[in-house]
C-alpha cells in the first residue's frame, strides 16, 4: 500500500502563487506516475499535471499550462504543484495521485491522497 498526504492549500487573491505537496509512504518504490487533480463544486474530477519516472516527462491540462509545474523530489518521496498566476477559475479541491502510469482514473490500483483546498478570489 501506499500513503498519499497532500498540503499547502490555501486561500489567494488572484495572480498568487501556491505549492502544493504531496508525500508518499508505503510501498513507494511501486510508484511509476504522479499527478495532480482537482474537483471544482458541481463539476467532475479533472486532470490538472502529471509526470512519469524521473520526471523528464511530464503533463498538463491546457487550462493550466504555462502557469503551472509539477516536479518530484526523490529523496524525499514527495511531488510538488508550483501554481503561479491563479485565476479563480482554479478553485477546487486538489487532489494528488499515483500509480504505474498516469492514466490514474482508470486504473484500479492508483492511490490518492484525501485532497486540499485551494481557494483563489478574484
Known amino acids: 500500500q501506499v500513503q498519499l498526504v497532500e498540503s499547502g492549500g490555501g486561500r489567494v487573491q488572484a495572480g498568487g502563487s501556491l505549492r502544493l505537496s504531496c508525500a508518499a509512504s508505503?510501498?513507494?518504490?511501486?510508484?511509476?506516475?504522479m499527478g495532480w487533480y482537482r474537483q471544482a463544486p458541481g463539476k467532475e474530477r479533472e486532470f490538472v499535471a502529471a509526470?512519469?519516472?524521473?520526471?523528464?516527462?511530464?503533463y498538463y491540462a491546457d487550462s493550466v499550462q504555462g502557469r503551472f509545474t509539477i516536479s518530484r523530489d526523490n529523496a524525499k518521496n514527495t511531488w510538488y504543484l508550483q501554481m503561479n498566476s491563479l485565476k479563480p477559475e482554479d478553485t477546487a479541491v486538489y487532489y494528488c495521485a499515483a500509480g504505474g502510469s498516469i492514466r490514474f482514473t482508470r486504473d484500479e490500483n492508483a492511490y490518492w491522497g484525501q485532497g486540499t483546498q485551494v481557494t483563489v478570489s478574484s
Open positions: 508505503g510501498r513507494t518504490f511501486s510508484i511509476y506516475a
Open positions: 509526470l512519469t519516472g524521473s520526471g523528464s516527462s511530464t
